[in-house]
């Protein structure tokens, strides 16, 4: 049989292309740069073809080291499941667990939670990670996570997906606001009002499938980089939005006398998952959580 890579020389070229710096991959690797390299080379002879491109200013990855790295990130992530296996099978519902959460979810969840967390599985040491969709499913297939909670629709590219719950958007808007105040579905309101998230939200996604406001890169709308953010704009009354259904229960709409909140017609819709990977040991973890944020959401609707 063929001499294999081994999975530290994987995760040598993986760090690599993470820094495009030998002597910060090898301080990140805990290993001399002379080690690093060495490995690479090795890796570089196992394969039969070149991983990455060496000059005095510039290091990079040639297309097959890019193929190599997707491959290799998987394999690593795979390899910390089986390490986790064992564990899982002796002392089940034990030890840290990182959960990723996106912003438009993790401010009406966190509290609850953390207290349920503590209560169903007091050995588990919950470790919380808030980011951009495109960030947290990125650090779950990269085995950095765990889990995580996020909004669908959105590209799990074949992760173990179970749903939470499904929530409408609603209209929410200053009760100056005549254009809003008479609508009664999205074709009756003045979409040059429509104040969204920055890009990289999936909220803004979901909201942009059922407003057609004309091509997007030239879209020079106000634009928030947080829920708070947006509802502080729309009190301002600088526009219009469409919230969660899950952030309508909150102080910042409650307590401010200005906002009216309403469903309106051909709304969109967003579905509250968790996701994790499909070679995951810690089914039971999964199973617990997932009836945990089932009943919390369930009550905030």
Avoid: W
Avoid at 42 to 53: A, F, Q
């Amino acid at each position: 049989m063929a001499a294999l890579p081994s999975l530290r020389q994987l995760s040598y070229l993986v760090t690599l292309s993470e820094t495009l710096h030998f002597t910060e991959a090898a301080r990140r690797s805990f290993v001399t740069q002379s080690t690093l390299s060495g490995g690479i080379m090795e890796l570089e002879r196992l394969l039969g073809g070149v991983l990455v491109e060496r000059d005095r200013q510039n290091v990079r990855l040639t297309p097959l080291g890019e193929q190599v790295v997707a491959r290799a990130r998987v394999l690593l992530a795979d390899a910390q499941d089986l390490m986790r296996l064992s564990r899982e099978m002796s002392e089940p519902l034990t030890g840290d667990l990182h959960l990723g959460i996106i912003p438009t979810i993790a401010p009406f969840i966190l509290s609850q939670l953390l207290d349920e967390v503590h209560k169903q599985l007091p050995k588990i040491q919950l470790h919380l990670h808030e980011a951009q969709s495109e960030k947290i499913v990125e650090k779950l297939e990269h085995g950095n996570l765990d889990m995580i909670v996020l909004a669908l629709p959105f590209d799990t590219r074949g992760l173990k997906v179970a749903e939470i719950s499904k929530e409408s958007l609603y209209l929410v808007y200053h009760k100056a606001d005549q254009n809003a105040q008479n609508a009664r579905s999205l074709d009756d309101l003045d979409l040059s009002r429509l104040v969204l998230l920055e890009e990289g939200h999936c909220l803004r996604n979901h909201v942009l499938s059922a407003c057609p406001i004309g091509e997007r890169k030239n879209d020079h709308r106000l634009k928030a980089s947080s829920l708070p953010t947006l509802v502080e704009m729309v009190s301002s009354d600088l526009g219009f939005t469409l919230l969660p259904e899950i952030a309508l229960h909150t102080n910042m709409i409650k307590a401010n006398p200005d906002l009216v909140v309403k469903p309106i017609e051909a709304a969109p819709s967003r579905t509250l998952a968790l996701v994790t990977r499909k070679s995951t040991p810690l089914q039971s973890e999964f199973d617990v959580l997932l009836q945990i944020l089932q009943k919390i959401t369930q009550n905030s609707h």
